[in-house]
Each structure stands twice: as C-alpha cells, then as structure tokens.
C-alpha cells in the first residue's frame, strides 16, 4: 500500500501521560545504584509495573527476585516503587543487606496515615486490591487485624466492626477516582463520625490520566492505554474511557499488541500511557499507525506536572 492509498485516521494523545514523579525515582535509583556500586544490583519484585522497564534494567545488570532469600549475603537491593511491609526493610538488616527503599513518596504518605491512626486508637478501612503490591505493603505497616480490606460499595455494608470502634479510612493510590468517591460516601453515610485522610491519597498522577483519558475519550472512536496488564492506574484508564463511552478501549503493552482487526473502520484513536510506561512506547505506538495510515495527531492538555522527587541521601550526587 503506497502513502497516498492509506486510509486516514487522527490520533488524540492524552497529556499528562506516561511516567509520574515516582515511577521516575524509583528507575533513577535503581540506575544510579548501579552506577555507584555495579553490576549486579537485586531488586524486590518489579521495580514498577512494566516490563519494557524491567527488561531494559535488567539489560543493565539489575537482577529482580520475588524475597530477599534469593539475594547473596553483602549484596544491594532496591524495593520497589509500590511499597514493602515493614518485615522486609527487617529481613534485609537481619540478612546484612544494603538496601534501597524506592517507595514513592505519596504511598509512604498513606503509611504514616495508617501509622498514625493506629497509634491515635482507630480500626483502618483501607480501600483498595487485594493482592496488589501496595496494599500488602500498606497493610504490613501494622499488626494483623489493625486494617479492614474493602473493594467494593458492597463490601462497606459487609463490614463488621464493633460497635463504638473509632474508624478511619485510607486508601490505595492508584484507584478509579469515581469508584472511590463512591466507597467513600458509603463509608461515610453508614458510619458519620469516620476520619478521612487530610489530603486525599489518590496520587496527582492518577487523578490526572483519569482526567485526560475522560478528555481524549470524547473525541476517539477508540483508546489505546499503554501499561501492563498488572499495572492498576493502566487498568483504571481502560475503566475509564469505557465509562465515557468509548466503545472500544484497549490495554496494550507495545505496538506488536495492537489488535488491528478491533480498529478496522475507525476514524479517530485516543492514545494515553499508564504512570509506569515511557514515552517510548507512545512514539512505538504512533509509528505503528504511520505504517498503516495516512496520520494526523494532535494532544489534548488537561494539567501540567511538575513534580519531582528527592532521591535517597545514599545516591543523590547534589547531597554529596
């Protein structure tokens, strides 16, 4: 098919998109540990959740585990950027390990949250997956039975909690903002006198691809979500432009995904990145569709990110 025989299709980029502010730290730390120590540098479970990113670390001599178990006496290790329960950072010291904690910043916020209601007398509700790295993290800040794990609306009117118990709720950082606010006023209406966090634990970056995907949405017969299928802020952006009406809305990790046959007929697609997919993949992406179409791309803006992350005292060269 010659460039003038192609079919025309336009593509609508979701901004912000792509990497946050700590999946940024997290891959820094990593790559700086390597730089200061060397090859091999162990990390806990994925660094974060993509496997372009893990692949291309571990190109560079990180070598990922599932437990510290399976990290040599003396050695480094990184934790990831979801969060650990506080067992680890103790197994890694009773081990002689010299770690890393590359949890984001904001989901060591929500820690400090559950530390401090737990000290301060109240049963933790903690909104969010079950299974999902940062809930066990968050969870294993505490004694067992200190937190409530709820999913669903439902689940607030399954919760049993004894009567007069003092009650506060936290949540994950990368949940559907409106599925949230949908718990939370459930929560809130069978139990009035519940704490909420001083500043919602949601993160700005989550918040904002929600809201990008909801702008792009409106002008695309299909979203493309670039992220990995265990990413949960991926996911919720599927979710998302689903609930705007896009009928079509998929999760792909790299171009080679990209279900063609789904896009046949097709005139407009939007395309946003999860917080842990390199603006890489997005040029991947719009190159795959320059192959096959006659292409015109424009980006809608909703916010402006500015944030960034101080890097551990250990690697950061400005502190030195």
Same mark, same amino acid.
């Given at each position: 098919?010659?460039? /003038?025989?192609?079919? &025309?299709? %336009? =593509?609508? =980029?979701?901004?912000?998109?792509?990497?946050?502010?700590?999946? #940024?730290?997290?891959?820094?730390?990593?790559?700086?540990?390597?730089?200061?120590?060397?090859?091999?540098? $162990?990390?806990?479970?994925?660094?974060?959740?993509?496997?372009?990113?893990? +692949?291309?670390? %571990?190109?560079?001599?990180?070598?990922?585990? +599932?437990?510290?178990?399976?990290?040599?006496?003396?050695?480094?290790?990184?934790?990831?950027?979801?969060?650990?329960?506080?067992?680890?950072? %103790?197994?890694?010291?009773?081990?002689?390990?010299? $770690?890393?904690?590359?949890?984001?910043?904001?989901?060591?916020?929500?820690?400090?949250? /559950?530390?401090? @209601?737990?000290?301060?007398?109240?049963?933790?509700?903690?909104?969010? @997956?079950?299974?999902?790295? !940062?809930?066990?993290?968050?969870?294993?800040? *505490?004694?067992?039975?200190?937190?409530? *794990?709820?999913?669903?609306?439902? #689940?607030?009117? /399954?919760?049993?909690?004894?009567?007069?118990?003092?009650?506060? $709720?936290?949540?994950?950082?990368?949940?559907?903002?409106?599925?949230?606010?949908?718990?939370?006023?459930?929560?809130?209406?069978?139990?009035?006198?519940?704490?909420?966090?001083?500043?919602? +634990?949601?993160?700005?970056?989550?918040?904002?691809?929600?809201?990008?995907?909801?702008?792009?949405?409106?002008? &695309? +017969?299909?979203?493309?979500?670039?992220? /990995?299928?265990? &990413?949960?802020?991926? =996911?919720?952006?599927?979710?998302?432009?689903?609930?705007?009406?896009?009928?079509?809305?998929?999760?792909?990790?790299?171009?080679?995904?990209?279900?063609?046959? %789904?896009?046949?007929?097709?005139?407009?697609?939007?395309?946003?990145?999860?917080? &842990?997919?390199?603006?890489?993949?997005?040029?991947?992406?719009?190159?795959?569709?320059?192959?096959? $179409?006659?292409?015109?791309?424009?980006?809608? !803006?909703?916010?402006?990110?500015?944030?960034?992350?101080?890097?551990?005292?250990?690697? #950061?060269?400005?502190?030195?």
């Amino acid at each position: 098919m010659t460039p /003038a025989d192609r079919p &025309s299709i %336009a =593509l609508v =980029l979701a901004a912000p998109r792509g990497f946050c502010a700590g999946v #940024d730290r997290a891959i820094q730390i990593v790559e700086r540990a390597l730089e200061r120590f060397g090859a091999p540098v $162990y990390v806990r479970h994925e660094i974060v959740h993509n496997r372009f990113v893990v +692949d291309s670390l %571990a190109a560079k001599g990180a070598v990922f585990v +599932d437990e510290l178990d399976e990290v040599p006496p003396g050695a480094h290790v990184v934790f990831s950027a979801h969060g650990v329960p506080k067992s680890v950072p %103790a197994d890694a010291e009773a081990r002689r390990l010299s $770690y890393l904690d590359a949890t984001c910043p904001l989901v060591s916020k929500v820690h400090r949250e /559950a530390e401090r @209601h737990h000290r301060e007398g109240r049963l933790i509700v903690l909104i969010g @997956h079950a299974g999902h790295p !940062e809930v066990i993290g968050t969870m294993g800040q *505490l004694p067992a039975g200190a937190v409530l *794990l709820i999913e669903t609306v439902a #689940d607030v009117a /399954a919760l049993q909690v004894p009567h007069g118990e003092p009650l506060a $709720y936290i949540t994950q950082t990368t949940l559907s903002v409106d599925d949230t606010a949908g718990i939370i006023a459930a929560l809130k209406q069978r139990f009035p006198q519940i704490e909420g966090p001083k500043k919602e +634990d949601i993160c700005y970056a989550t918040t904002n691809r929600q809201v990008a995907v909801k702008a792009i949405a409106a002008h &695309s +017969d299909a979203v493309l979500v670039i992220g /990995a299928p265990n &990413s949960s802020n991926s =996911l919720r952006l599927v979710e998302v432009a689903k609930r705007e009406g896009c009928r079509i809305a998929l999760l792909v990790q790299r171009a080679v995904d990209i279900d063609w046959t %789904a896009l046949e007929g097709v005139k407009s697609v939007g395309i946003t990145a999860g917080a &842990s997919a390199p603006e890489l993949l997005v040029e991947e992406v719009i190159a795959a569709f320059r192959e096959r $179409y006659s292409v015109t791309v424009r980006e809608i !803006e909703t916010a402006t990110e500015s944030v960034q992350f101080k890097l551990p005292v250990a690697l #950061d060269a400005s502190a030195a």
